[in-house]
């Protein structure tokens, strides 16, 4: 069977617009052989990219992905068609027929928020596509963190400058340890188990989760209210 007919199995149509993370060494296939089935199975792929700031400066044309999100991250970014988001931190590379409004006017300040590629994701009906990767890894979680009203939630402010000479002021929930101190370092993984709503299947040699972006999402908001109050 063929990664594309395995996808397809999964769930995935070519109608969909699909956010993907993997780890490349459970899937045990080649990244571009990985990218490749999935921009035939779905009608847009896109990836959290992040970026490598081992560089001061950001360029949304050259800025790797960074490391920490694997190969199929830069895989995609640097696929040909892609588009990259602009938000040095909160970005999102996209393929395929929808991937030039996924990434359009990212907004710099809650670029997890309201108008980002993540709240595309859902209001696009798509889906959530892990690939071997941890449940805690999924990106579209930090959309519920921003969406949630608790209290105290933790905002950072930081700068980053940019190739074109621009230096810019960020404002963000925090999404490198949880938005709240009540929540434990996981608590993404436990989301997504106790959603109990994947469909499960192999991909290649990998244990595959597909989340319908939109019911994720809301049981993400309500369960974060729920422990976060």
Do not use: Q
């Amino acid at each position: 069977m063929t990664l594309r007919d395995e996808l397809f199995d999964l769930g995935i149509r070519k109608e969909d617009v699909v956010m993907v993370h993997a780890s490349m060494r459970k899937v045990a296939r080649d990244a571009n052989d990985v990218v490749a089935a999935l921009v035939d199975a779905a009608g847009t792929v896109m990836a959290y990219v992040d970026w490598d700031s081992s560089s001061d400066v950001f360029d949304p044309k050259t800025s790797r992905a960074t490391p920490d999100n694997g190969i199929l991250a830069e895989t995609i970014r640097t696929w040909p068609g892609a588009i990259r988001s602009a938000h040095p931190d909160a970005g999102v590379s996209a393929i395929g027929e929808r991937a030039a409004w996924i990434t359009a006017d990212h907004p710099f300040h809650y670029g997890y928020g309201e108008g980002s590629p993540l709240a595309k994701l859902v209001e696009a009906r798509g889906k959530v596509l892990m690939l071997g990767a941890p449940l805690d890894t999924i990106t579209l979680l930090h959309f519920a963190e921003h969406a949630a009203k608790i209290p105290n939630k933790h905002v950072i402010h930081y700068t980053r400058r940019f190739s074109d000479g621009r230096v810019v002021d960020f404002e963000e929930f925090d999404t490198c340890d949880p938005v709240s101190d009540v929540f434990a370092e996981d608590f993404f993984g436990t989301i997504a188990e106790e959603f109990g709503k994947a469909k499960i299947g192999r991909v290649g040699d990998a244990t595959a989760h597909l989340f319908d972006a939109a019911e994720l999402h809301a049981f993400a908001v309500a369960w974060i209210e729920r422990h976060g109050r």
